[in-house]
């Protein structure tokens, strides 16, 4: 029984630059560039205390940048100058502009520093997309 697991297959890493609005299950090794933490909550009150952390992080590759969303222990690994895979990441629109997040389906892995130099004057987030609905007739 030397086959593989059906269902299981090889990750195709995607570049910054082919990411759109509204798709989903990409895998992407990028640098971190920077991190800043937007929301930090607490609840105390609660049977368990759970803290609601959210940083946005710059991220990206030799063709380009993005803002990453990272969600409570994700602030954590999202350092600068860290190089990460992001598996089964998805866009997320917010006000418009793309946003890269990793949700419970998806995972976030420090890896060992990439060699690529990040494309800086290609962020991704700056543009601004517009949803129009077509009426086909």
Known sequence: MAEAKPGMRKPVFTKVEQLRPGTSGHTLTVKVVSSKMVLQKGRPDGP???????????VGDET?????????????????????????????MFKGSM??????????????????????DNNLSLVEYELVNVVEE
Do not use: H, Y
């Open 48 to 58: 368990q205390v759970r803290q609601m952390r959210i940083a946005e992080c710059l």
């Open 99 to 120: 946003r890269l997040a990793v949700d419970k389906w998806g995972r976030v892995e420090v890896t060992e520093p990439a060699s690529f130099v990040v494309k800086e």
């Open 64 to 92: 380009g940048m993005i803002v990453f969303t990272a969600r409570n222990d994700q602030v954590d690994l999202m350092k600068a100058d860290t190089t990460v895979i992001l598996r089964n990441a998805k866009i997320d």
